[in-house]
């Protein structure tokens, strides 16, 4: 009897909870169909055409796709280069933890620290850009002249087809950490003390800690800031516009970048849209990979 | 006793030598996070002739002032920052409640299709925003919101998947108990929400709200594109008026990114104490 | 205004525009024309017409001065101004796709073949050539004819728009240099040959204080196009359907360069090249001579040291050793004031803007005659020799980004350079290897060029 009242209660518990959530799910939905339904399904329908602009249209279902996969190289090199550039997600994502794990701590000056590790992501972008371009000089650039003044024989970077991506990697970790760090700083807090106390009294030491307390516990946010990085690397591409200008010899074009050009300074509109939904669907997939395999590290209790 | 004195001093000196070895570490790195900085700072009080020099000259020979004079002698740097202000603040305060009240919904209740539904709106962010550039303008003109703030304002207020993303993580991680015990008093979940919810999830919330502003503050090709009236330009249009198309003033853009980053440091320093001291979660979950 | 920061941000164009070829286009100017001859005989009534427009802070000044002078010249049209700050391009491309350009677009010549081709802009040839303010003939052929497109190549055909400014490119040297190392000035009235420039460049280059480090080079990155022009080669065949950059005179040229880098080392490094940063290096004096356009007379005027200007090298001794900058004015096709849109672009491109604006001193005056005026030659200030920019403005031609609508095949060329400089490939082989690549982006993104 007072089992069944308990079912039947959850039950419409169950009910207007789901109103509940509908109602509170609700704004994002009516954003995403009011303001970006329309441009999305628009440049879905437009990458079946030959849209360009000034021209008639003309419908010819997945030629630009077929185009992208099998005649245009510049994809599939532009695709690898943008892979390449995404290799700094994880190493940022260490050197941000690392660092997040410094300053959570009572440290004098630790606010000061925060300060200045974030403060590139407060920046103009396009300033910024202009100083790595000037500290990247191959003959005159600042890391260049203290290289050589230590005695080294530093590379050409940003000009150098083996160095301009390492060099633009450097310069997204030095630029793209700030936010991490803010991020795993919350995520460090929210990890109950309670926890290292009583790891502290079964002896455990600092390492082990970290790798059962402390990596569990953030594993949301890691897994958050994982996706959301991934996304935006796999996008990005002002930095690499502002820095190289995507050469030498395509060697620091991304896809996205790529996709631009094509969009607007080649106004192959119907091409591009192919290019973007195509690495959409990559990206898509990407994350639906990192959803499946997050239920076997991504502790949530 | 004696022993206990030992122990003691071995954990003072092992502590002073960790606490020594975190210094030189974040220094190094403070050091690699300044200097771009510092030049750029450098940079910004040069005098025009003096910005290339080399080997690199850290102090300029004549402090130039008169680069942040002419900053705000030549942009209308106050009426763009008021500007920016209108556009990025009721975004910011409507955008995050609205967030937070959707990520306690994707993390919290239960309701029929809510991964998929989440999945979802996370897929929205997949497609690359350069193609849907020009279908967005032309449907915000049909709108009759050109020329206003009114785009940059109002997509803002029914939240962005990044940020839902990023609350439904925090709040994913607080113990079912708490709500339940609300459950039975008969709170509903908008009260528990108000309630239980936001007071956990403040350093949270204030951490997105910080990213939030911004990436608004920070906005360049929305107002680019949407604001024609110089009257209504943002901040960020105001800076971007020291290139021309023949010449790059160095040191007035570099001046214009120093003062820009004032406000958001002073909102950073003001709001560190309640996204990083704040948080009180020790003990209610243990 | 190198050619990167012409193309990276670009165009786009109306999405509800339908094809709209040149005569098109013509008939509407006509009709335009007529409704203005009737309109003369009525009451004019207060037309309100929009210009857009980038510029830095001393620049708009100047733009709004002229503004301003055009409404005190014809009180019946109001001017709105929209000064767009920066990515311009980028503006300009959603703003002609949704329907909102303004009356009046500024493009740069790297911008207008594409938005020509899209048919942002109106025929205005009849206007042009009935125009009491412009004598043709005076104008700069160079600075004219960029802005004529014939429905497949820009450079002949109907005009879209005219010049607001040209901008030659010349050689820039560092006279404290040249007097310290006792070399003799470059000749401010023919461009030297090979062999002297090369001599010339030698003999800057020094490695002062010993440590095996160049300290002070003889050329800053050479404009290549320029000295392919100046050995009688060229980019592409005169219907712009070949790629005949390996060609002889053209290979000779890029060959010579190369040696100029590799084997001479009178260029910093091969690397330099491709680098956009290399102005900053004249500025810092470690370049004794420099190519440069005429929009950076400013700039240099608030150098330390002293400098002038003398021609580009070239290898037949002839004026077209580089290409010159422009920017262009033209009436949205889309304009309800075609004929008050058209007086705004004539005002800009005649005497009373081209007085105000030369001014700034970024640009010399589309007219010949202009070119001994004060306005221009601006006696006092530097350089010395102003009037190599004037040779240079009337043998110049514009750049290759200005060929055609599309312009993949340049990118192509471009990236591929820096395989050539670093490379050990002869310049004939290199080129020849490069051609059907190059073409097949002809072919692709111009078809209309095949048919």
């Keep these: ?296 590290w991504v502790h949530y209790n | 006793m004696s022993t206990q004195t030992t122990t003691a001093r071995k954990e003072k000196t092992s502590d002073v030598l960790a606490k020594t070895v975190v210094y030189l570490l974040l220094i190094a790195g403070g050091i690699v996070m300044a200097v771009p900085f510092l030049w750029m700072l450098s940079t910004s009080l040069k005098p025009e002739g003096e910005v290339f020099s080399y080997p690199p000259q850290w102090i300029p020979s004549t402090i130039a002032w008169e680069n942040y004079k002419l900053i705000f002698t030549d942009a209308h740097m106050i009426r763009g920052f008021f500007n920016t202000m209108i556009v990025v603040i009721p975004t910011l305060v409507i955008g995050l409640l609205v967030c937070a009240l959707s990520a306690y919904a994707f993390a919290k209740l239960r309701f029929p299709g809510r991964d998929k539904l989440f999945m979802t709106l996370v897929g929205t962010m997949v497609i690359p925003g350069a193609v849907m550039m020009i279908p967005a303008f032309i449907m915000f003109k049909s709108f009759g919101w050109t020329d206003s703030w009114k785009p940059l304002i109002i997509p803002g207020m029914f939240g962005a998947p990044m940020t839902i993303f990023f609350l439904r993580q925090f709040i994913k991680q607080l113990p079912d108990e708490l709500e339940d015990a609300a459950k039975i008093d008969g709170m509903n979940p908008f009260g528990i929400f108000m309630k239980i919810i936001i007071p956990l999830t403040k350093p949270a919330i204030i951490t997105q709200g910080i990213l939030s502003f911004n990436a608004g503050y920070n906005d360049y090709l929305g107002p680019l594109i949407y604001l024609n009236s110089p009257e209504k330009y943002t901040l960020q249009l105001e800076l971007a008026s020291f290139s021309s198309y023949y010449v790059t003033e160095w040191t007035l853009i570099m001046a214009g990114a120093v003062v820009a980053l004032v406000p958001t440091l002073i909102l950073f320093a003001f709001a560190q104490r309640f996204f990083i001291e704040g948080i009180a979660l020790t003990g209610i979950k243990g | 205004m190198r050619k990167g920061s012409i193309m990276i941000l670009t165009l786009m164009t109306a999405l509800t525009i339908t094809a709209c070829g040149g005569n098109n286009a013509g008939s509407n100017a006509s009709s335009g024309n007529n409704a203005a001859n009737g309109g003369e005989k009525t009451p004019a009534e207060k037309v309100e017409i929009s210009i857009s427009s980038w510029g830095a802070p001393d620049e708009r000044k100047v733009f709004e001065a002229v503004l301003d002078e055009f409404q005190k010249a014809n009180p019946n049209i109001k001017v709105k101004f929209i000064h767009i700050p920066n990515d311009y391009t980028t503006k300009m491309n959603t703003m002609i796709a949704g329907n909102s350009a303004p009356d009046v677009i500024f493009t740069s010549d790297g911008d207008f073949p594409r938005w020509v081709k899209q ?274 403005g009337e043998g110049q031609q514009p750049g290759p980004w200005t060929y055609l609508p599309n312009g993949k095949w340049l990118d192509t060329l471009n990236q591929n350079l820096s395989k050539f400089w670093t490379g050990k490939e002869s310049a004939a082989d290199f080129f020849t290897k490069l051609k059907p690549q190059i073409e097949k982006d002809l072919k692709e993104g111009n078809p209309e060029l095949f048919q």
């Design chain 3, 119 to 392: 048919g942002a802009f109106l025929d205005i040839t009849e206007h042009v050539e009935s125009s009491d303010k412009l004598d043709l003939a005076d104008m700069w052929e160079g600075g004219l004819n960029r802005y004529r497109y014939d429905g497949k190549i820009t450079g002949t055909g109907g005009y879209y728009a005219l010049p607001k400014d040209i901008g030659p490119t010349v050689m820039y040297y560092n006279k404290d240099i040249f007097d310290k190392l006792g070399v003799p000035y470059p000749s401010a009235e023919t461009p030297m040959n090979w062999e002297q420039t090369l001599e010339m460049w030698k003999k800057l280059t020094v490695d002062e204080n010993g440590d095996g480090k160049t300290d002070i080079y003889g050329a800053g990155p050479v404009w290549w196009e320029g000295f392919v022009w100046g050995n009688g080669g060229a980019l592409l065949s005169e219907d712009r359907k070949q790629f005949v950059l390996n060609e002889p005179a053209a290979a000779d040229a890029l060959q010579f360069i190369y040696d100029l880098t590799t084997t001479h080392k009178v260029i910093p490094d091969s690397r330099a090249l491709q680098s956009m940063n290399d102005g900053q290096m004249f500025e810092a004096g470690k370049l004794a001579t420099i190519t440069g356009g005429r929009w950076m007379v400013p700039t240099y005027r608030k150098l330390k040291f002293d400098w002038d200007v003398a021609p580009i090298p070239s290898g037949n001794g002839t004026w077209t050793n580089g290409w010159s900058g422009s920017v262009g004015l033209g009436v949205n096709a889309k304009s309800k004031h075609p004929v008050e849109a058209f007086k705004l672009v004539e005002f800009f491109a005649g005497i009373e803007g081209q007085t105000k604006m030369t001014e700034l001193g970024f640009q010399i005056p589309n007219f010949k005659s202009m070119s001994d005026d004060e306005v221009y030659t601006q006696p006092g200030q530097k350089p010395e020799h102003p009037e190599v920019f004037v040779k240079a």
């Design chain 1, 1 to 296: 009897m007072n089992a069944r009242t308990k079912t039947v209660k959850r039950k419409s518990l169950y009910r207007s909870e789901m109103w509940w959530g509908f109602l509170f799910i609700a704004p994002p939905f009516i954003g995403v169909l009011v303001f970006l339904l329309y441009p999305l399904v628009n440049s879905l329908y437009m990458s079946l055409t030959t849209f360009s602009f000034g021209q008639p249209a003309e419908f010819t279902g997945i030629e630009n796709y077929n185009r992208a996969l099998t005649n245009d190289p510049l994809v599939w090199k532009t695709l690898w280069n943008t892979f390449y550039a995404a290799l700094g997600v994880p190493i940022g994502m260490i050197v941000a933890l690392i660092v997040a794990m410094l300053l959570d701590r009572k440290l004098r000056g630790r606010n000061f620290f925060r300060m200045l590790f974030f403060l590139p992501t407060i920046c103009s972008m396009v300033a910024l850009a202009m100083i790595w371009q000037w500290i990247f000089n191959a003959d005159f650039g600042l890391l260049n002249y203290y290289l050589s003044v230590i005695g080294l024989n530093p590379p050409a970077w940003l000009v150098d087809e083996k160095w301009a991506m390492i060099a633009i990697i450097i310069q997204g970790i030095w630029g793209g950490m700030g936010v991490s760090i803010i991020l795993y700083l919350a995520a460090l807090g929210n990890v109950p003390s309670s926890l290292y106390e009583a790891a502290t009294v079964d002896g455990a030491n600092g390492w082990n800690k970290f790798i059962h307390i402390t990596i569990p516990g953030i594993s949301p946010v890691t897994f958050f800031i994982l996706i959301t990085s991934l996304i935006g690397a796999l996008q990005d591409f002002p930095r690499f516009q502002l820095l190289t200008g995507g050469g030498p010899n395509y060697s620091t074009t991304t896809i996205v970048y790529y996709l631009y050009t094509v969009a607007f300074e080649y106004s192959e509109m119907g091409y591009a849209s192919a290019i973007a939904w195509f690495i959409g669907v990559i990206i898509m997939l990407v994350i639906l990979i990192n959803f499946l395999l997050s239920k076997r």
